[in-house]
């Protein structure tokens, strides 16, 4: 199972919405994480290098890749895991286990803290409008118990 292979700055290794069914570990070099990407509301995501991984959601759950990856530096190594190779990979490699773990942790916990800001942007802008709610009130107020819910939480790194 080696599965290795160099890429040079720009290839696209998945493109966001296709089918996936292989996840790669960068063992060299960098590559850009990109909502939308080519598209004038592009954005870059993260950026991964050396040890990281990617891909793995789409190996785990069948879903379409959620993300375009783009290499970012000439002679980046990446490794492929396909389905075939996931539990052979998995043992030879058992730290990787807990590094996609923390991975997906973080990504969950962004994910969480820019649904917060979102549902805090909505609040304080209810707030202000509070003159013309009329036909809108019932909706108000479950965007207000919403939005009370999310600021009070308080987000431990270790939960």
Not at 103 to 116: A, F, I, S
Request: charged share 30%; net charge negative; hydrophobic share 30%.
């Amino acid at each position: 199972m080696n599965n290795t292979k160099e890429y040079e700055r720009g290839t696209v290794i998945v493109r966001e919405g296709e089918a996936g069914s292989s996840m790669f570990e960068i063992r060299f070099g960098r590559v850009g994480v990109y909502r939308d990407y080519g598209k004038a509301s592009e954005t870059m995501l993260a950026e991964l290098d050396t040890g990281k991984v990617f891909g793995e959601m789409s190996l785990l759950d069948h879903a379409p890749r959620s993300a375009t990856v783009v290499v970012l530096e000439d002679h980046t190594a990446l490794t492929e895991v396909t389905e075939e190779d996931f539990y052979a990979y998995f043992e030879q490699n058992p730290s990787m286990v807990l590094e996609i773990l923390g991975q997906m942790c973080n990504r969950l916990r962004v994910t969480t803290k820019n649904y917060k800001d979102a549902c805090q942007t909505v609040y304080d802008t209810v707030e202000t409008e509070k003159k013309g709610e009329t036909k809108s009130k019932s909706l108000l107020g479950r965007i207000r118990e919403l939005c009370d819910f999310y600021s009070t939480m308080s987000f431990h790194p270790y939960y």
